[in-house]
């Protein structure tokens, strides 16, 4: 495969900047709306929102976003078999905005609704696009690696441009005009992909591993049948007739996942073959597996516990501005562009002084530096549980630690996945890597629930529970690095 031409678009092929705009409006209209989830979801009926627990919320939320990661499995086995990826983007899309659409109708039924489209389209969308980028560019082309830096910022600004257009609307002007305003930022990004998709290279149009006739029958049958058993499921439960409690389908969705990535680890470990050399870098990625799950549910805590803290414990005015709840979350985005070229850099410097820790050691560096942040949590929280508001610098800190955390281990964890797993397996196993961001979620929502508005004086203790717990993962991770650094040199020439 050869690279697409170069066009000028910061000297990558023209279809980059496709890519760019169409995932940069889609992550707009993600987080722009996720930002409101939990806020809309704890709102009373007298703001107009759903009046519900936090702990139930919380759950909701953590679902929610497990489940976006989740379906990007089948989401990118649809695009390898079935639709290809160009087609696969462009059904999500509108599936996504569908659901911001339903978001905006301001109906008791229509939230979870709603919820459902956006999940679903996000997981056909979001591992194709991704894997589109990739398509523009030859193995042998080295602009791959900046290729990818550019996209990852398109995702970011994105972000940002949903955090302040969405929480300014929710603030000033109603909750369904915000989830409204996410519709139109991926109504934008459907409009530019289509317009511009001559850019993209043909072969990412069809299917890589097209299915027999009868295959494709028997996938749209099951297509069919995952429709109708979700429609099901949901009118089920909007007329009563299924009572469905969040937190304990949340808890034993953690499980099940969890077990799915346990039989689908193990039945690569035991039953793939695999050489001596290739079961001591399965160890290692395992390692890596736990941090990242750790990693999440603690970070995870933005959308949920610590969005309720900026809302309800902060002081927000500057002057006569009170500054919207959802715009601290854009700070994690903002951390990020400005962050990333100096870590970028750094493990370059340091690896020219031939200073190269394991990847368990970078990951535990990451779990410990977010945990960190939730220390940072533990004061503020006391002093919201004495009845004072407190200054926003102590979620600025926490944010900036969180998103320090995030750059250590992150892209550190995907090179991992990337280089320790066997090569006959290498996608099997980043999607069994990507079940651990839908464990993090899912655990994340649970701790989340131990956020009580009602109960101010145990929330400090939450805070501090996440960071123990996670610096306690570190420590572990820092013990075992040795044999770790071992395990991950198995059969891996020096230069590889």
Known sequence: MSSAPNSGFFGHPKGLSTLFFTEMWERMSYYGMRALLVLFMTASLQQEGLGFTVASAAAIYGLYTGAVYFLGLPGGWLADRLFGGQKAVWYGGIVIMCGHIILAIPHEHSFFIGLVFVAIGTGLLKPNISAMVGQLYSSEDERRDSGYAIYYM??????????????YFMENVGWHWAFGAAAVGMGIGLIQYHFTLKNLPEHSAKPANPLTPQGTTRAWACIAAFVVTVAGIVVAAATGALIINPVVIAGYVAIVFTAIFFAYFGIIYFKGQLSDDEKRRMWALFLV???????????EQAGSSL???????????????EIPTAWFQSLNAIFIIVLSPFFAALWINLAKRMITP???VKCAIGLIIMA????????????AAEGLKVAPYWLVTTYFLHTVGELCLSPVALSAVSRLSPPRFSGQMMGVFVLTY?????????????FDPNNVDEIPYLYLQIALFSIGVGIVLVLLSSKAKIWEKRGLTSTS
Request: charged share 5%; with cysteine; proline share 0%.
């Open 154 to 167: 398109g995702i970011n600004l994105g972000s940002i441009i949903g955090y302040y257009v969405c929480g």
């Open 438 to 450: 839908s464990i993090g979620n899912i655990i994340a929502g649970l701790l989340a629930g131990g």
């Open 372 to 383: 960190s942040g939730f220390l940072v949590m533990f004061m503020a929280a006391q002093y």
């Open 307 to 321: 969005n309720l803290f900026t809302r309800d414990y902060t002081d927000r005015l500057v002057g006569s501005f």
């Open 358 to 360: 394991s990847y368990s």
């Open 289 to 299: 597996c736990v941090a990242s799950a750790c990693f999440w549910s603690g970070f």
